[in-house]
């Protein structure tokens, strides 16, 4: 089936940019989205991507897709510690269930 | 504007308990409907899910069930709970239709102890 693979941990300093890594199996997703989890909440959009599309930036967000490596990454410019929390990679099938396939999640940790 | 309500919070039972989680959305007509579970420190697994009104389809084999007796409305059940079910459950939509974006739209969160 399909899967979505990202690293575990990031730490970075305060205004640094912080830059995190998604790779995927399913050549035929039609969008990829990063979303973000605070503490104890649900989960939030913060970015989509068409598959059609190579580069997509959004203020502070910059999302680079690499169709022929399967390859996502997300760049944080001006990290912020409100930055700090876990963030999802995901893919979703182009059905009528329209279900999606999440990373484990990358726990960013913005340092002061 | 749609919301999603997910209740209760938080809750703690024992072994061996009923389970029964409800979540609601307003604001959209015929969504899809998602039940996930988050174990600590883990990603989402999803558990199930639904296009329609009394339709659900299960992704894993597990203790729980799910029903849709309204459109905008799914419940997460047990007849028993086990420590296994702890966790972090989490519900979402999405609009239906190979035309949408299929952006999840994930409640609040239910923290389920089991003691």
């Known amino acids: 089936g399909e899967d979505v693979e990202q690293s575990l941990f990031l730490s970075v300093r305060e205004g640094d940019s912080s830059v995190i890594n998604c790779t995927y199996t399913d050549s035929s997703s039609t969008y990829l989205y990063w979303y973000k989890q605070e503490p104890g909440a649900g989960l939030q959009l913060l970015t989509y991507i068409f598959s059609n599309m190579d580069m997509k930036q959004d203020q502070r967000l910059t999302v680079l897709l690499n169709k022929k490596d399967k390859h996502l990454s997300l760049r944080i410019a001006d990290t912020q510690t409100g930055d700090s929390a876990i963030y999802f990679c995901?893919?979703?099938?182009?059905?009528?269930?329209?279900?999606?396939?999440f990373g484990d999640g990358t726990t960013l940790t913005v340092k002061p | 504007s749609q919301t999603i309500h997910q209740w209760p919070a938080t809750l703690v039972q024992p072994v061996g308990s009923p389970l029964s989680l409800e979540c609601t959305v307003e604001g959209t007509s015929n969504p899809n409907l998602y039940w996930y579970r988050q174990a600590a420190g883990r990603g989402l697994q999803l558990l199930f899910y639904?296009?329609?009104?009394?339709?659900i389809s299960s992704e894993v084999p597990q203790n729980l069930s799910a029903s849709r007796p309204q459109d905008r409305q799914f419940i997460l059940s047990s007849k028993k709970l086990l420590l296994s079910d702890s966790g972090f459950y989490l519900c979402?939509?999405?609009?239906?239709?190979?035309?949408?974006?299929?952006?999840?739209?994930f409640g609040a969160g239910t923290r389920l102890s089991v003691l």
């Open positions: 995901a893919e979703s099938e182009n059905t009528n269930a329209g279900k999606s396939t």
């Open positions: 639904s296009v329609g009104i009394g339709q």
């Open positions: 979402a939509w999405s609009v239906r239709g190979t035309g949408s974006k299929n952006i999840q739209y």
